[in-house]
C-alpha cells in the first residue's frame, strides 16, 4: 500500500520561531489534507492542497505532487500552535491514508 | 451546517457490554470512516463505507461491526467490550470522486473498565 511519511516525528519551539513539517509519499497522490489535533483531541482541518501553495494567517502549505512531499510552515509559533500535526493522502482503495503525525510543543 | 456529529461524547463500559457509537453527516458525502486513536498513536482505520450500501474492513476490525443506515448515518458497534477497546473514536466523512476534503466528528472517548 502507499506510506506517507511525517518528519521530524517531534519539535520543540520557542514561542515566536518558525518552522517546517513535511510530509512524504511513496506514490503519486490525489488528495492531500493537513490536520492539527489541539489538545483537547479535536481534529481541526488546516489545508486541503492537492497541489500549489495556500496561506492562512502564519500557517500556509505546499504540495508538489510531482515530486510527492508536502510542507507546512508554521511562522511566528505561538502556544496554541502546539498538538499534533497529521498529514493525511492519497485515497488508496477508497481509505484515507495518514501519516503518524508530527508532535509540535511550543514554549512561552 | 453541523458536519460531522457523533454521540455520545463520552462513555464508560464495563466488560462484556455492548454499545453502538453514532455518527452522521449533512455534506451529502458518500463515505464514512471509522478510526479509533490510542493515547500518543496515530489514526487506526477500523471500517469503512465508500457508498451507501458498502462495508469494508480497515486495518484493526476485530470486536467491531458497522452499518451504514442510509447516506447520512454510519453507526460502529461493540458486541462484547473488551479493556483493549478502550480509545477515542473518531468517524470521518469525504466525497469520492470530486472534491475529497475529509471532516471529522469531535470523537468518542471510551473507556471499558
Known amino acids: 500500500g502507499i506510506q506517507v511519511e511525517q518528519s521530524p516525528p517531534d519539535l520543540i519551539l520557542q514561542e515566536g520561531a518558525n518552522s517546517t513539517l513535511r510530509c512524504n509519499f511513496s506514490?503519486?497522490?490525489?488528495?492531500l489534507q493537513w490536520f492539527h489535533q489541539n489538545p483537547w483531541g479535536q481534529l481541526i482541518n488546516l489545508f486541503y492542497?492537492?497541489?500549489g501553495t495556500k496561506q492562512n494567517g502564519r500557517l500556509s502549505a505546499t504540495t508538489v505532487a510531482t515530486e510527492r512531499y508536502s510542507l507546512l510552515y508554521i511562522s511566528s509559533s505561538q502556544t496554541t500552535d502546539s498538538g499534533v500535526y497529521f498529514c493525511?493522502?492519497?485515497?488508496?482503495?477508497?481509505?484515507?491514508?495518514f501519516g503518524a503525525g508530527t508532535i509540535l510543543r511550543v514554549k512561552s | 451546517n453541523a458536519g460531522v456529529t457523533q454521540t455520545p461524547k463520552f462513555q464508560v463500559l464495563k466488560t462484556g457490554q455492548s454499545m453502538t457509537l453514532q455518527c452522521a453527516q449533512d455534506?451529502?458525502?458518500?463515505?464514512m470512516y471509522w478510526y479509533r486513536q490510542d493515547p500518543g498513536m496515530g489514526l487506526r482505520l477500523i471500517y469503512y463505507?465508500?457508498?451507501?450500501?458498502?462495508?469494508d474492513k480497515g486495518e484493526v476490525p476485530n470486536g467491531y461491526n458497522v452499518s451504514r443506515l442510509n447516506k447520512r448515518e454510519f453507526s460502529l458497534r461493540l458486541e462484547s467490550a473488551a479493556p483493549s477497546q478502550t480509545s477515542v473514536y473518531f468517524c470521518?466523512?469525504?466525497?469520492?470522486?470530486?472534491?475529497?476534503?475529509?471532516?471529522f466528528g469531535q470523537g468518542t472517548r471510551l473507556t471499558v473498565v
Open positions: 463505507s465508500a457508498s451507501e450500501g458498502t462495508t
Open positions: 493525511a493522502g492519497p485515497i488508496y482503495g477508497n481509505k484515507l491514508v
Open positions: 455534506m451529502n458525502h458518500n463515505s
Open positions: 470521518a466523512s469525504l466525497y469520492l470522486g470530486g472534491n475529497t476534503e475529509a471532516f
Open positions: 506514490d503519486s497522490v490525489n488528495n
Open positions: 492542497i492537492p497541489s
